[in-house]
Each structure stands twice: as structure tokens, then as C-alpha cells.
T-cell receptor, first 112, second 115 residues
Framework: SQKIEQNSEALNIQEGKTATLTCNYT??????LQWYRQDPGRGPVFLLL?????KEKRKERLKVTFDTTLKQSLFHITASQPADSATYLC???????????FGTGTRLKVLA | EPEVTQTPSHQVTQMGQEVILRCVPI?????FYWYRQILGQKVEFLVS????????KSEIFDDQFSVERPDGSNFTLKIRSTKLEDSAMYFC?????????????FGEGSRLTVL
């Protein structure tokens, strides 16, 4: 069956360190992968999109990698800050469809 | 900054009642979506809408659900006869481009509680 797995356990890191979040998928062939941030009780907010033919994408302190062989995306936040504390969602889109399928999300807590 | 707005923010209803959730997408966007999130669970796709018709829907989006864009600005989700398991946060989203190239802009959600 199709699955998108993110670390279900919360990730606690110290301020200033790099946070690395994982998104693994099975039985998908995504053409596009997005990362979103979701704060409690709020709607998801778009962060980055990466295409299947791209290995890496960067935006300020954020970096996303996409390995279609390993069926995995890694999301990095460098120089993390307490304000980065939130749940981070990955979402996949297969070519020819109109729906992004979301993972369960990983809760990140950055400790001051 | 343009945003997707949703009303109501919270609705409580009795099982079997009809509910309409309303959304105003960003004005120049062409693609519209409804997602839902049951408390503590993942964001689930319900339906996508383009050019005044449904482009894709999930297994969740059964005959009890319908969507409409009645006046060129509002985008509504109707649940005809609510069930307890419909209790969730419902998110509207829109995108300017086709879903496979553009980011989704989400509203703040409408929390539906079915008693």
C-alpha cells in the first residue's frame, strides 16, 4: 500500500543546531514534493517545493533534498531558533493528479 | 498580503444536519481544494476544483459531500447529513498554477464539531 512516513516522535534540538527531518515514501512515484509548516490550530504554510529531477533546493536557512532512489526527502533547518518550533509536513504529488498527499508530520521543538 | 479566508471558524452541529463551510480563495487563483484534518491526525485530501468542475476527489468525498463556486469568489463545501466522524478541521486551499507546479495557500480552517 502507499505510505508517506515522517518521524512520529517529536524532535527536540538545541537552539543554533541543525534540525533534520525525514520523509520516506513507498509505492509512490512523486513528480513533486513540498514541505509545509503547521502551527497548532492553524493551516499549513508552504515552505519549499522540489521536483523529481532536482537533488537539492535551498531557501535562506532551509534546505531540502530529494532522493528518488532511496524514496526519501530530508528537510534541514540550519541555525535553528525557538520560533522554528512547529509541525513540519511533507506532501507528495504524482504526475497527472491534482492532489497533494500529506505525511503525518514531525513536531519540532527548538530549545533555548 | 492576499490570503484565503474561511468561515465559520467553528461550527457545532447535530448529527444528521446539513453544514456549509465557506471559503474565499485568493482572487487570481485558479485551482481550489478542500482538505480535512481530524484532531491529531494527518491532513487528508478531499477534493480539487478547476474551471467550475471537480478535477479529482478522494474516497472520503462521497455522496454526502458537494462543492460549489456559486459566484466567482466563494468556494463552498456542503455536507448533507453530518456524521460524528465528520468532526474535523476543514481547510480550504487555492493555488495560482496547476497543483504540480504551485504552492498551496491554506486558510486558517473551519472546525466542525458534530454532536
Amino acid at each position: 500500500s502507499q505510505k508517506i512516513e515522517q518521524n512520529s516522535e517529536a524532535l527536540n534540538i538545541q537552539e543554533g543546531k541543525t534540525a533534520t527531518l525525514t520523509c520516506n515514501y513507498t509505492n509512490y512515484s512523486p513528480a513533486y514534493l513540498q514541505w509545509y509548516r503547521q502551527d497548532p490550530g492553524r493551516g499549513p504554510v508552504f515552505l519549499l517545493l522540489i521536483r523529481e529531477n532536482e537533488k537539492e533546493k535551498r531557501k535562506e536557512r532551509l534546505k531540502v533534498t530529494f532522493d528518488t532512489t532511496l524514496k526519501q526527502s530530508l528537510f534541514h533547518i540550519t541555525a535553528s531558533q525557538p520560533a522554528d518550533s512547529a509541525t513540519y509536513l511533507c506532501a507528495l504529488l504524482t504526475s497527472g493528479t491534482y492532489k497533494y498527499i500529506f505525511g503525518t508530520g514531525t513536531r519540532l521543538k527548538v530549545l533555548a | 498580503e492576499p490570503e484565503v479566508t474561511q468561515t465559520p471558524s467553528h461550527q457545532v452541529t447535530q448529527m444528521g444536519q446539513e453544514v456549509i463551510l465557506r471559503c474565499v480563495p485568493i482572487s487570481n487563483h485558479l485551482y481550489f481544494y478542500w482538505y480535512r484534518q481530524i484532531l491529531g491526525q494527518k491532513v487528508e485530501f478531499l477534493v480539487s476544483f478547476y474551471n467550475n468542475e471537480i478535477s479529482e476527489k478522494s474516497e472520503i468525498f462521497d455522496d454526502q459531500f458537494s462543492v460549489e463556486r456559486p459566484d466567482g469568489s466563494n468556494f463552498t463545501l456542503k455536507i448533507r447529513s453530518t456524521k460524528l466522524e465528520d468532526s474535523a478541521m476543514y481547510f480550504c486551499a487555492s493555488s495560482v498554477e496547476a497543483a504540480n507546479t504551485g504552492e498551496l495557500f491554506f486558510g486558517e480552517g473551519s472546525r466542525l464539531t458534530v454532536l
